[in-house]
């Protein structure tokens, strides 16, 4: 998504320069890598901190007036419970215990596989958005003249001053602050780089 919103900011399709398959394993590889390390260092936070809070509420439930609270809580919610149930459906049945046991499963495997798909989704519109965004800062370094600038000659035609976006077997492209052009490398006559000012 990043190289497709990327060409997209300069109108081209990315259809029209494929990357070969090397080069995008790579690049998905750096991608899921930059944009999954946050939310990873984000996930390890929350474990440990889900753990540390546990692990104190363990340690303060031993403390005997907590135990005490506890149980006549406990007994409260019980007898509660078992009144209003009770010309319903009575005690806990086997069956109702072991339904109850996978609900509470489903139900955390849907949690889980939602936050997943709510990564991924995030993950592809960081990608997207990013690609954009490094399309604008070229187009910016460019137009501040801060970057190397491409001088293309065409038969016919005078030169002009280019930035230079992408090559591929047949075709390179090339923006010139106004348009993009999309050459043949047959049609480029002359080529020459001016470097970016240091």
Same mark, same amino acid.
């Given at each position: 998504? $990043?190289?497709?919103?990327?060409?997209?900011?300069?109108?081209?399709?990315?259809?029209?320069?494929?990357?070969?398959?090397?080069?995008?394993? *790579?690049?998905?590889?750096?991608?899921? *890598?930059?944009? =999954?390390?946050?939310?990873?260092?984000?996930?390890?936070?929350?474990?440990?901190?889900?753990?540390?809070?546990?692990?104190?509420?363990?340690?303060?439930?031993?403390?005997?007036?907590?135990? !005490?609270?506890?149980?006549?809580?406990?007994?409260?919610?019980?007898?509660?419970?078992?009144?209003?149930?009770?010309?319903? =459906?009575? @005690?806990?049945?086997?069956?109702?215990?072991?339904? *109850?046991?996978?609900?509470?499963?489903?139900?955390?495997? @849907?949690?889980?596989?939602?936050?997943?798909?709510?990564?991924?989704?995030?993950?592809?519109?960081?990608?997207?958005?990013?690609? @954009?965004?490094?399309? +604008?800062?070229?187009?910016?370094?460019?137009? +501040?003249?801060?970057?190397?600038?491409?001088?293309?000659?065409? +038969?016919?035609?005078?030169?002009?001053?280019?930035?230079?976006?992408?090559?591929?077997? @047949? $075709?390179?492209?090339?923006?010139?602050? !106004?348009?993009?052009?999309?050459? !043949?490398?047959? +049609?480029?006559?002359?080529?020459?780089?001016?470097?970016?000012?240091?």
């Amino acid at each position: 998504m $990043h190289y497709t919103s990327y060409l997209g900011r300069y109108g081209i399709e990315s259809t029209q320069f494929l990357l070969p398959i090397d080069r995008v394993l *790579f690049n998905g590889f750096t991608s899921s *890598f930059a944009f =999954a390390l946050w939310p990873i260092i984000n996930a390890i936070a929350i474990a440990l901190l889900v753990t540390m809070i546990s692990m104190l509420m363990g340690g303060v439930s031993m403390l005997p007036a907590v135990k !005490r609270s506890q149980s006549f809580f406990e007994t409260k919610v019980r007898k509660a419970l078992t009144g209003r149930l009770s010309g319903v =459906a009575g @005690a806990m049945t086997p069956l109702s215990a072991l339904l *109850f046991r996978v609900s509470d499963m489903f139900y955390r495997y @849907a949690v889980g596989i939602f936050f997943i798909v709510v990564a991924i989704y995030g993950a592809v519109l960081a990608s997207t958005k990013s690609g @954009a965004d490094d399309a +604008e800062r070229e187009k910016l370094r460019w137009i +501040e003249k801060k970057s190397a600038v491409a001088v293309v000659k065409l +038969e016919g035609e005078p030169s002009f001053d280019a930035l230079p976006i992408i090559c591929g077997t @047949a $075709h390179c492209a090339y923006w010139t602050g !106004r348009e993009t052009r999309v050459l !043949r490398h047959e +049609e480029v006559k002359g080529l020459s780089m001016r470097p970016a000012p240091t």
